[in-house]
């Protein structure tokens, strides 16, 4: 049984330019939450999907958006990249929004330079 | 902001002894989770102790919540040296069960 599969593991970007960071749900999870963790901080919850739409969202700056495909995958999307922006994003799966607990990524480790 | 502070920040033992880990936080919750994280990776869920629990036990893990005071605590027993890591505890409230962290513990448990 897969668990939550996040895709790339590390990229290097330069400020300006835009990205984007996948995420496959484990098996049977309905929802997808993404979260920015900074270096020796804990992770700031982004937004979350579930049925196709952008559910709830936190204090990040429309720069920051994102997608959820019917399968359940989901995209973040990061544009005109700052170099505040580099940290390590977590994907977090779950069932009926989180009712039962998350299922955590490995995460995306994004450098901005 | 973050609504969850863990106490202490860092905490050094050798193995075999207790490590207790504390969180706490500011408003009404619909559950607390606790997770485990290794050199920057991804997080693991090891306990969820919904608001009416006082206490729960995984393995060598416990939990407990006091909602009265707005804390929780979890207790890991004999620690090894592959408990080394960084806890985390979420808070998680609202509708859509948005989790808030805390700025973690970093517990070393030395051989």
């Known amino acids: 049984d897969a668990g939550v599969t996040q895709s790339p593991t590390h990229l290097i970007k330069t400020r300006g330019q835009q990205v984007t960071l996948r995420c496959s749900p484990k098996s049977g999870h309905d929802t997808v939450s993404w979260y920015q963790q900074a270096l020796g901080q804990g992770p700031q919850f982004i937004f979350q999907y579930y049925e196709e739409e952008e559910r709830q969202r936190g204090n990040f700056p429309d720069r920051f958006s994102g997608h959820q495909f019917p399968n359940y995958s989901s995209e973040l999307n990061v544009n005109a990249l700052l170099l505040g922006d580099s940290a390590l994003y977590l994907c977090a799966s779950s069932l009926r929004q989180g009712a039962y607990g998350y299922t955590f990524g490995s995460g995306t480790r994004l450098t901005v330079v | 902001s973050q609504q969850g502070e863990e106490d202490p920040q860092a905490l050094s033992i050798q193995e075999g002894e207790n490590a207790t880990m504390n969180c706490s936080y500011k408003?009404?919750?619909?559950?607390l989770q606790w997770y485990r994280q290794n050199s920057g990776r991804g997080l693991v869920h090891l306990i969820l102790?919904?608001?009416?629990?006082r206490e729960k036990h995984s393995g060598r893990l416990r939990v407990t919540l006091d909602t009265s005071k707005k804390s929780s605590s979890l207790l890991i027993t004999a620690s090894r040296a592959a408990d080394t890591a960084s806890y985390f505890c979420?808070?998680?409230?609202?509708?859509?069960?948005?989790?808030?962290f805390g700025a973690g513990t970093r517990l070393a448990v030395h051989p």
């Open positions: 102790i919904r608001s009416n629990e």
């Open positions: 979420a808070r998680c409230s609202g509708g859509y069960n948005k989790l808030i």
């Open positions: 408003t009404s919750i619909n559950n």
